[in-house]
């Protein structure tokens, strides 16, 4: 098992792969009461179309969180009740790239590991229990259908990417999930849930060789390739798009996005995400002189928040918040974009930035689960989290300068709005 050391932030990392592919990653925490265990698939909402054995194959949109749903469910218990008399706390949640397993405890940690891996790898479907899972997805997709914030960024989704199934919501609608049956499942189970298309990663005071032998034990042999995923057309800048609604909010809320060009897979996917964090902040953020004058004017409130995110080839710089002038607040964002273009903005705030979020991401490593998520969120991107320090040391400002200019422009942005339902 190979053992990396990373002393600039006190940290080190046990990898293995093991014969049948499946990837294994151990931080050790020692004396630590606390054990975590994450089991993360590489299979989220978007992955509806793919090749398998030479045959192209379309489920269902939603497809992923309903298999998710029902991994829970195994031929002799049910593995919630049993992580429960276990002592653990279990959990699981799809993306649209990944679904994820996970549990933590303090005692029985080989137990509940080896039901972690059992409950993901063996699958148990029938067509009673699919059919009763129905209406209780049924009832998550109403709840969020009838969330302005969900709607609100659903709407930027299905209007910013047209040709890719990101433009779907990740749980699909009760038309789509209507299709779902006991076959499908099995046959998504068959196609993405290989272990050479999971990732384990444990957290905790536990002895490395240990948790490789449990996985070694606990899954199957057989080492099968995952299939060929199809996204469809790539999607250019295009030009201005926008979506409304009306809902039950008492002020108008806004989502705007800027389409960013994808980089490849590796340090480049690792650099460019910095540089989008900090364009976001720089723009828009809460030290931002935008951020300061909008909130002086009235026309925007503490809700107002920038970030930048990537979902496979799929690159955006997001801007969310209430306001009773979108539109102001909309070309105030594009004016401001335009203005850092020509000006730039000063490197001691810059530095300062860049301070702050190399310290936020420290802090981050005090908590297991963010350790196990961004592990293996940035292993699916082939890259090893802890180097991110390094990734750090020689951003540019002209380099942020130069993002915001070619991305936040008209022709790449889209505008979802949630406006109040008039009396």
């Known amino acids: 098992m190979k053992r990396t050391d990373y002393p600039n932030i006190a940290e080190s990392l046990y990898e293995e792969t093991l014969p049948n592919g499946l990837r294994v990653r151990i931080v050790p925490k020692k004396d630590f009461a606390l054990k975590l265990a994450f089991l993360a698939v590489d299979f989220g909402s978007i992955d509806t179309d793919f090749t398998q054995d030479g045959v192209r194959k379309q489920v269902p949109e939603g ?36 679904t994820a397993y996970h549990f933590s405890c303090t005692d029985s940690f080989r137990e509940n590991l080896e039901l972690l891996l059992r409950m993901v790898t063996v699958p148990y479907f029938t067509e009673e229990s699919v059919e009763k899972e129905r209406g209780i997805i049924e009832q998550e997709i109403l709840m969020y259908e009838d969330s302005p914030d969900s709607r609100v960024y659903e709407d930027l989704f299905s209007i910013l990417f047209p040709h890719h199934p990101a433009r779907v919501p990740i749980s699909g609608s009760v038309e789509s999930i209507s299709h779902i049956d ?158 850092i273009s020509r000006e730039g903005f000063s490197e001691e705030w810059f530095r300062r930035l860049l301070h702050s979020s190399l310290g936020r991401r420290m802090r981050d490593l005090d908590s297991f689960s963010s350790i196990c998520y961004r592990i293996c969120a940035y292993e699916l991107d082939d890259l090893s989290y802890f180097t991110f320090p390094q990734a750090y040391t020689d951003i540019q400002p002209e380099e942020v300068r130069q993002f915001l200019a070619q991305s936040v422009c008209r022709e790449r942005s889209g505008l979802s709005l949630v406006h109040p339902k008039e009396d």
């Open 63 to 98: 497809i992923a969180h309903y298999l998710e749903h029902k991994m829970f469910d195994l031929p002799d218990m049910d593995a919630n009740a049993r992580f429960a008399e276990l002592g653990a706390s279990v959990n699981a949640f799809t993306s649209y790239t990944m």
């Open 182 to 339: 006991a076959d499908m499942l099995y046959a998504c189970h068959r196609a993405f849930y290989t272990p050479s298309n999971m990732i384990l990663c444990v957290v905790g005071d536990v002895e490395p060789q240990e948790v490789l032998d449990i996985a070694q034990g606990s899954t199957p042999s057989e080492a099968l390739p995952a299939p060929l995923r199809h996204y469809g057309s790539s999607e250019g800048p295009g030009q201005a798009v926008r979506s409304q609604r009306t809902m039950e909010v008492s002020m108008p809320t806004l989502c705007m996005a800027f389409r960013c060009d994808a980089v490849e897979k590796g340090p480049a996917s690792m650099r460019r995400e910095l540089i989008g964090e900090l364009a976001s902040e720089i723009l828009a953020g809460e030290s931002s002189p935008l951020f300061s004058r909008l909130y002086s004017q009235g026309l925007i409130d503490p809700s107002f928040c920038a970030g930048y995110e990537s979902i496979k080839d799929l690159c955006l710089l997001s801007i969310y918040g209430d306001s009773d002038d979108p539109q102001a607040v909309y070309e105030a964002v594009l004016e401001e974009a335009q203005r």
